[in-house]
């Protein structure tokens, strides 16, 4: 394996583990993928595009899910609101576990987006 390609596998790794102790600090273990990109940036320099490289990967083996939203307001026709939750397997699962694990994490990220979405209503006013 060559050298360049070593650093980006191990650059790659860092973003994960950046990405997932992000998620491991909230109480809700939901976050906007907006807000996680932005703080990935702020705290370590990290490009969206590494960010939606990891978000793939991460999606892929089921260690996260992300769920995309829409609303109908035209102020947010362009708006990413896709809301990245990280799915928290219990030691020893079972199969069962593993569904209940994938569905806690959707309730975090509906419970993330109902929250936000009536927060935004209440305030937003279109003239």
């Known amino acids: 394996m060559s050298k360049e390609r070593a650093d980006v596998g191990?650059?790659?790794?860092?973003?994960?583990?950046?990405v997932l102790a992000c998620l491991r600090k909230r109480e809700r273990r939901a976050l906007f993928v907006t807000e996680l990109t932005a703080a990935l940036r702020k705290a370590h320099g990290t490009s969206a595009s590494d960010v939606e490289r990891t978000f793939a990967a991460l999606e892929a083996d089921w260690t996260v899910v992300?769920?995309?939203?829409?609303?109908?307001?035209?102020?947010?026709?362009?708006?990413?609101?896709?809301?990245?939750?990280?799915?928290?397997?219990?030691?020893?699962?079972?199969?069962?576990?593993?569904?209940?694990?994938?569905?806690?994490?959707?309730?975090?990220?509906?419970?993330?987006?109902?929250?936000?979405?009536?927060?935004?209503?209440?305030?937003?006013?279109?003239?």
């Open 10 to 18: 191990q650059r790659d790794s860092e973003i994960r583990q950046n």
């Open 66 to 127: 992300i769920r995309d939203h829409y609303c109908a307001d035209p102020h947010l026709e362009d708006a990413d609101l896709r809301v990245v939750a990280l799915v928290e397997y219990s030691v020893g699962a079972c199969a069962q576990g593993g569904e209940d694990a994938q569905m806690q994490a959707i309730r975090e990220i509906e419970a993330i987006w109902h929250e936000w979405l009536a927060e935004y209503m209440a305030n937003h006013r279109c003239s």
